[in-house]
């Protein structure tokens, strides 16, 4: 059983499309995560969810819109793709907030053309 | 606010090679530190973490210590593997902060 499953794993598509990417964990989980990792494996923290309220949101473009339905799933929709998009995107989900790991899904590797 | 800064790669070793990756912090509070390896391909795997000073995480031969005095948390293998080509990144967090800060990532490749 994955833990933090995300789909689709790959994802190209063009310029001004409006993608979402979705994102599961089966472990229980009050806070998920959304990271967005660039060419150079740099890691960003986009948006943190705490029992399905938004607590983080750090400095992203409003094009980007999470959605939690519920504690066990954080979605990301992205509207009017731009080049500049293309990165990895991984949802993490941990137990607590602070203090103890998160698990990490496999990632989507989001390129725009 | 908090961050991590750690040792910029790539490294590149041969099989039986000691590795030492360092990282430091900046934090305002008492942090859990955490290592996160990443295979190509895949996304990150936890490590091994400390929660508290002088606690020494260790997993699959990396030993890593958690130092306050120095605010440093370095990751260590006696001998490594091909099978430890990886990316490599130091991580904190704390009770008021609602995200694991990561540094930049080292990437380490082990030639047989």
């Known amino acids: 059983d994955t833990a933090v499953s995300q789909t689709p794993k790959y994802l190209v598509t063009q310029m001004g499309n409006d993608k979402s990417i979705k994102c599961e964990q089966n472990l229980g989980h009050d806070t998920m995560y959304w990271y967005k990792q660039d060419s150079k494996k740099f890691l960003k923290i986009m948006f943190s969810?705490?029992?399905?309220?938004?607590?983080i949101n750090e400095t992203v473009p409003n094009r980007f819109s999470p959605k939690s339905p519920d504690k066990a799933h954080l979605n990301l929709h992205i509207n009017s793709l731009e080049l500049g998009d293309s990165a990895v995107y991984f949802c993490?989900?941990?137990?607590?907030?602070?203090?103890?790991?998160?698990?990490f899904g496999q990632g989507t590797r989001l390129t725009v053309v | 606010g908090n961050s991590v800064t750690q040792m910029e790669g790539p490294v590149t070793l041969s099989e039986e090679a000691f590795l030492t990756i360092n990282c430091t912090y900046t934090a305002t509070g008492y942090p859990s530190l955490f290592w996160y390896v990443q295979y190509p391909g895949e996304g990150l795997q936890l490590l091994l973490k400390?929660?508290?000073?002088?606690d020494k995480g260790s997993n699959k031969g990396f030993e890593a210590t958690y130092r306050k005095e120095t605010t440093s948390f370095h990751l260590e293998k006696g001998s490594v593997q091909v099978s430890d080509s990886a990316v490599y990144f130091c991580a904190l967090s704390d009770q008021d902060d609602y995200k694991l800060s990561f540094g930049a990532g080292t990437t380490v490749t082990v030639r047989a």
């Open positions: 969810y705490n029992n399905k309220e938004l607590i």
């Open positions: 400390a929660t508290k000073a002088d």
């Open positions: 993490a989900s941990s137990q607590l907030v602070g203090q103890t790991e998160a698990f």
